[in-house]
């Protein structure tokens, strides 16, 4: 599965958007993004993910690159409630496990 | 609550004992999987089930651990002979399908060997 670098830890203000990056520059053809996050002491909770095209859900939208080396999620208004671990995975559509790695701490301020 | 739910939330053991988790996924989910965490870390990938059968078993599954899943309803896992080196957050995910589909972890199941 292709690697992705995350930044270790972010802030945002609460009602703003906040915007997690996630490069994945060897990223292959068949891999989609996803994304999740944990909340402290709970399980992973499934966000979003894409394979090329944007994508938007309830939760968040998800940005991919053209060359789709890269991505961003967006949070639109973050709340305090949205401080998490994200974690930004590139998995080919036949894989079964996600491949975790150390993620983004976002810490939403007051 | 993803509807994913496992048993039991703590489980602290002196080293040695054997100790059993047992996890009940979304009911129309086939596919279930464990994962294991340590602290700082993200999730690690233990083993994958397709209904009762166990496909896919990562190299940290040593010979100590044991996953079932009966009838393709819920699973258990076991470690035996528990090592401290064991304690982690023990996390279950079920989902419809393999692929695309999204996986629902449940809340997981906090192992303190002492």
């Known amino acids: 599965d292709a690697k992705t670098t995350q930044p270790p830890s972010m802030d945002c203000a609460e009602g703003r958007a906040a915007n997690l990056p996630c490069n994945h520059s060897?990223?292959?053809?068949?891999?989609?993004v996803y994304w999740y996050r944990q909340i402290h002491s709970q399980g992973p909770q499934y966000i979003i993910h894409?394979?090329?095209n944007n994508e938007t859900n309830e939760m968040a939208s998800l940005i991919i690159t053209e060359d789709r080396k890269s991505s961003t999620l967006i949070l639109p208004h973050a709340t305090l409630r949205d401080t998490a671990v994200y974690y930004c995975i590139v998995k080919p559509g036949s894989a079964r496990q996600l491949t975790f790695g150390s993620g983004t701490q976002l810490t939403v301020l007051p | 609550d993803t509807g994913v739910s496992q048993d039991p939330r703590h489980k602290i053991t002196k080293r040695g004992q054997n100790v059993t988790f047992r996890c009940d996924p979304i009911?129309?989910?086939?596919?279930l999987y464990w994962y294991r965490q340590t602290l700082g870390q993200g999730p690690e990938f233990l083993t994958y089930f397709q209904n009762e059968a166990q496909l896919e078993k990562s190299r940290l599954l040593s010979d100590r651990f044991s996953a079932e899943r009966p009838k393709g309803s819920f699973s258990t896992l076991e470690i035996q002979r528990t090592e401290q080196g064991d304690s982690a957050m023990y996390l279950c995910?079920?989902?419809?399908?393999?692929?695309?589909?999204?996986?629902?972890f449940g809340p997981g199941t906090r192992l303190t060997v002492t």
């Open positions: 995910a079920s989902s419809l399908g393999t692929g695309v589909y999204e996986q629902y």
């Open positions: 060897t990223i292959s053809g068949n891999e989609y």
């Open positions: 894409g394979l090329k």
């Open positions: 009911s129309e989910h086939n596919r």
